[in-house]
């Protein structure tokens, strides 16, 4: 089940992106040879007028191409095509068009998944880590300072089976709301049994509508010494947020919203992991912070492990903020991707004559081999982490 979710997710992204490119494409002019489901090779393709649409054996998202948009085939013509329909042909602004719409496509579909979302839990987000004080533009902040984030190699609660997203709310009864709560309630209990009450975060405002499960449990645990002879549990805590949009026209616009916050927080998170690559001169930090297919296929597991709606709502989620960064990812001036493609038209512009199509082809291929050279690396790393 994981894996074929995980390929309608990855599916649905690709699809939608290149649904973008055809249907602007169509409307500049632009003469599309073929639309295709999944990657080649092809398993079946079928002319309708100018267009083929084909379906393909590797079932990931799909693909556009459009006539004169490669500019390795223009090299090998050796000439500027002077068919007015092909798209090296168009103006920069209608080349730019189309080079966009893919982005925006998925940046809509984030919108109209945060909508759903949001209109199905109150206007509540689900809980989301808070790797850092942030100040969310739009919305009210709601924070749980004591979700586990992991575990010393001898903690009592470690082979408990507590789950990622599980925070401490009370402790022998007594209500804890931070660290320092947290440490007070077991510091002078070392070897005494307590009880622990673990609230799941991402339970925390849902009910399952068939079991009505909200998340809270009762562990009993024994806390063991510090070299200082303090009672500790040996964990490590970290923070949990939730959004909630309350006014009126919060309610109305919390699509966008909650796309523009979500999409600043993620782009804020990365410049700082870059930030601090720069300082420490290590790729660590920004190797850490990122995934790729493998990374993505473990979350998916991870989602669908809650059942019920609130793995439905997760997947919701997940979608949208993989929709956003595949935006995000592919406006950035990287050679290959839809911004990499854009610049060389910015710079064409700017100009006032296009760029040597053999200069282009060979930055949108070496783009291709770096890019794939890092998602096989992170692959790497995430197996090793997951798996």
Do not use: C
């Not at 006539?67 to 090296?88: H, I, N, Q, Y």
């Not at 947020?241 to 919390?254: C, F, I, N, Q, W």
């Amino acid at each position: 089940m994981t894996l074929l979710i995980f390929i309608l997710i990855l599916s649905l992204l690709v699809l939608v992106h290149e649904l973008g490119h055809f249907f602007v494409a169509k409307k500049m002019g632009i003469k599309v040879e073929e639309f295709g489901l999944g990657i080649p090779p092809r398993i079946f393709g079928k002319q309708i007028g100018e267009t083929k649409y084909s379906l393909n054996l590797l079932p990931f998202g799909g693909f556009v191409k459009l006539s004169g948009e490669d500019s390795e085939e223009l090299v090998e013509k050796g000439k500027t095509p002077v068919d007015p329909r092909s798209f090296a042909y168009k103006t920069p602004l209608q080349r730019s068009l189309v080079l966009v719409a893919g982005v925006m496509m998925n940046a809509v579909l984030a919108v109209g998944l945060y909508y759903v979302l949001l209109l199905a839990h109150d206007f509540k987000t689900l809980s989301f880590p808070m790797f850092y004080d942030y100040n969310f533009r739009f919305g009210h902040l709601t924070t749980v300072d004591t979700v586990i984030s992991g575990f010393s190699e001898d903690s009592p609660l470690k082979n408990l089976d507590i789950k990622p997203g599980e925070a401490i709310v009370k402790i022998d009864n007594t209500p804890v709301s931070s660290v320092e709560d947290v440490r007070a309630q077991v510091a002078q209990k070392v070897g005494k049994e307590v009880t622990v009450t673990l609230q799941d975060v991402l339970k925390q405002n849902i009910a399952d509508n068939a079991a009505g499960d909200t998340g809270t449990r009762e562990l009993v645990a024994v806390p063991i010494a510090n070299e200082k002879g303090v009672g500790i549990l040996g964990i490590y805590m970290g923070k949990s947020g939730v959004l909630s949009y309350e006014t009126p026209l919060e309610k109305l616009t919390a699509g966008f919203l909650h796309s523009y916050n979500m999409l600043a927080y993620s782009g804020t998170i990365f410049s700082r992991l870059v930030g601090l690559s720069v300082e420490t001169k290590s790729l660590a930090p920004v190797s850490e912070g990122v995934s790729g297919p493998v990374g993505i296929y473990s979350v998916v597991g991870g989602i669908l492990g809650y059942g019920g709606n609130l793995a439905i709502l997760g997947l919701i989620d997940f979608t949208a903020l993989m929709s956003l960064s595949l935006a995000f990812l592919n406006i950035m001036p990287i050679p290959a991707l839809d911004g990499g493609r854009l610049l060389f038209v910015v710079i064409e512009k700017i100009r006032g004559k296009k760029v040597n199509p053999a200069i282009e082809a060979s930055a949108h291929k070496w783009g291709i081999i770096v890019l794939l050279a890092l998602i096989f690396l992170v692959s790497i790393k995430d197996y090793l982490k997951f798996f």
